[in-house]
């Protein structure tokens, strides 16, 4: 990111300045905290767009401005809390930002102030939905001094949109139709899909356990096997599928090697339950979709959202945590099984939280936010050419 300021700055400054007509505000991503400064230097407002849900926004930036300290580095189940957010979230020392538990240096002072430039935006936009975040993002309100806090998702493509369903992040590396033709053959909530994202490779144990997992189960299941980047695939740690698994589930199990037409599968009526990373997208994707979630964070915010989906929302089911805590195959097996239960009470509430999802973009609360945000932006126009800007 430090690399990126240097190379834009004196670019977009040139173009600014040399513009007849400059835009009148700039609404950039949450990582390019340094756009503040330069919206300062050519007099417009910056609004920053989120990638995550409001909760994980507040634990991210609240971690650089408050800077919780842990005199014991190797305690790495320290516990660090955040009275100062609602519901006053906890997490163990290992979980909070690595970037943060780093060596102060340079780079590290400049990943503090663009997370404190992002608390000193004139608004912020949000990826997620009033009914999904409402104690959060009044919180934000609260913390910005002001009411130009948006929510504006679930971002998603529509129902109708094939294409877009199916392309969504990438192109599929198998036919979406012949995805969706295996998932015709099965009963309506009776699918698990799993899938770790599109950076996340497992662990060879990970792999393991996972595998023995969906085997012992007996459930039918889509898994998404990321192969891992070039610099880990000469690394004994990271895995691929054990030997033979593919010919034992080849009766209930279907294995995509790559990337996966994930908004069309969920939306299938046969998945039941997801295992997800916990990425703000997925579990956005998961929600919009009425699926229970079965929670394996990561990294990063993922420890967050996964918090946020099995003890407040308790739409979620608790897997996994990282690469050290994995539960052994026969847990994680009777947890699959139970998750595609018609009579999981977590199931209840996913439908409930789907349709007031739906509804939040379909003239509701999200539809509202997203017309006032454009009221915004007319509105700086109007300002700006009179030389005003509030």
Not at 47 to 66: K, N, Q
Not at 82 to 95: A, E, L, M
Not at 317 to 345: D, M
Not at 373 to 380: D, H
Request: proline content about 6%; charged content about 20%.
């Amino acid at each position: 990111m430090r690399s990126l300021r240097e190379v834009h700055y004196p670019l977009l400054l040139n173009w600014f300045q040399s513009h007849s007509y400059p835009p009148v505000a700039i609404i950039s991503d949450f990582f390019l905290g340094w756009t503040s400064e330069f919206a300062s230097q050519v007099g417009v407002p910056r609004i920053v767009f989120s990638p995550s849900g409001a909760l994980a926004f507040s634990v991210a930036t609240f971690v650089w401005r408050d800077q919780p300290q842990n005199d014991h580095p190797e305690n790495l189940n320290l516990s660090v809390s955040f009275p100062k957010i609602p519901n006053s979230p906890t997490f163990p020392w290992w979980q909070i930002s690595h970037i943060y538990r780093m060596p102060k240096d340079s780079d590290w002072e400049f990943y503090r102030n663009c997370n404190l430039a992002n608390l000193a935006s004139w608004g912020i936009i949000f990826n997620s939905f009033a009914e999904l975040e409402r104690v959060y993002l009044d919180h934000m309100k609260r913390e910005f001094q002001n009411d130009r806090v948006w929510a504006v998702g679930p971002v998603l493509p529509p129902d109708d949109d094939l294409t877009g369903t199916a392309n969504r992040g990438g192109s599929s590396s198998v036919p979406c139709h012949d995805v969706l033709t295996w998932l015709d053959s099965c009963k309506d909530h009776s699918v698990v899909y799993v899938c770790f994202g599109s950076r996340t490779a497992l662990t060879c144990k990970q792999m393991d356990e996972l595998a023995a997992a969906l085997d012992k189960s007996g459930v039918h299941f889509i898994w998404c096997v990321r192969q891992p980047v070039e610099q880990r695939r000469t690394s004994s740690d990271y895995g691929d599928l054990p030997d033979g698994f593919e010919d034992r589930v080849a009766d209930r199990g279907f294995i995509i090697k790559g990337w996966a037409p994930q908004v069309a599968i969920l939306r299938h009526r046969a998945v039941g339950a997801f295992l997800t990373h916990c990425g703000w997208n997925s579990v956005l994707e998961g929600i919009a979709t009425g699926a229970v979630m079965l929670t394996w964070p990561m990294s990063a915010d993922q420890f967050t959202n996964a918090q946020l989906l099995v003890d407040q929302l308790r739409v979620g089911i608790r897997f996994g945590e990282g690469t050290a805590n994995i539960p052994e195959s026969t847990e994680l097996a009777r947890i699959l099984a139970e998750s595609v239960a018609e009579t999981r009470p977590e199931r209840l509430i996913a439908k409930k939280l789907q349709e007031e999802a739906l509804s939040a973009i379909r003239g509701g609360s999200s539809d509202t936010d997203l017309d006032g945000l454009v009221r915004r932006l007319n509105e700086l126009k109007l300002e700006t050419d009179g030389d005003v800007i509030k």
